[in-house]
């Protein structure tokens, strides 16, 4: 099946920092990709929209300055956690949907990216 | 608002028994649903889809149906094996392509 990989798994890092989040799908193109956060024993919050070659659609109480989003190909989506914050804490999951799927099923997961902010 | 509610209790069954799960949802007509496993520190990986204009859907083990009177979808695995322990999570679309999740309900299964 279609593949979806997001670098780096797990990152810590200093307060005020910023840090990069890589979503790519291997063997597939992705018009949208999707990110979403997850606190422990929580759902997926969708914090995202991204499409490539314009700007993400943010869902509300998301700060677009804080999480930059860059859909630079149909296979490459970015996350920046700009100035990061202990509260910015959490588990980072992309998902990429296969522009040549027409139906609701092709929607990929990546593993997800444990950031910890110190 | 909308909402989905899964159970927050763990599952606790022994192997070999079906384990059944529950998604319940009000505030909303979903258009398709769905069921993915998620394991600790992964993404999710998607089982099933469920459309509104059906009632049951089954794949190998597994069977989800889906009420759209009473608003709610079980998921079902028969023949369970400890390695079917994980967090699954159902999710409603409204035909946007962007499901909304449910918190997901832990299943152990026990050898």
């Known amino acids: 099946g279609a593949v979806v990989s997001q670098h780096p798994s797990r990152v810590i890092c200093k307060s005020g920092t910023s840090v990069k989040i890589e979503c790519r799908s291997l063997?597939?193109?992705?018009?949208?990709m999707f990110w979403y956060r997850q606190f422990p024993k929580q759902s997926l919050m969708l914090m995202a929209t991204?499409?490539?070659?314009?700007?993400?659609?943010?869902e509300q109480g998301v700060e677009k300055d804080k999480f930059l989003i860059n859909h630079a190909s149909l296979t490459l989506s970015t996350l920046t956690v700009t100035s990061a914050h202990p509260e910015d804490s959490s588990f980072y999951i992309c998902?990429?949907?296969?522009?040549?799927?027409?139906?609701?099923?092709?929607?990929?997961f990546g593993p997800g990216t444990r950031l910890t902010v110190l | 608002s909308q909402k989905i509610e899964q159970n927050s209790e763990a599952l606790n069954i022994q192997e070999g028994k079906t384990a059944t799960l529950t998604c319940n949802y009000t505030?909303?007509?979903?258009?398709?649903l769905q069921w993915y496993r998620q394991d600790p520190g992964r993404g999710p990986v998607f089982l099933l889809l469920?459309?509104?204009?059906?009632k049951e859907k089954r794949k190998e083990r597994l069977k989800v149906t889906f009420d759209t009177t009473l608003k709610q979808s079980l998921f079902h695995i028969t023949a369970s094996q400890p390695a079917d322990s994980a967090t699954y999570l159902c999710?409603?679309?409204?035909?946007?392509?962007?499901?909304?999740f449910g918190r997901g309900t832990s299943l152990i299964v026990h050898p």
């Open positions: 998902s990429a949907r296969d522009s040549a799927g027409g139906s609701a099923d092709t929607q990929y």
């Open positions: 505030n909303y007509s979903p258009a398709y």
């Open positions: 991204s499409n490539e070659g314009s700007k993400a659609t943010y």
């Open positions: 999710a409603l679309e409204g035909g946007s392509y962007i499901p909304t």
């Open positions: 063997d597939f193109q992705a018009t949208t």
């Open positions: 469920i459309r509104e204009n059906e």
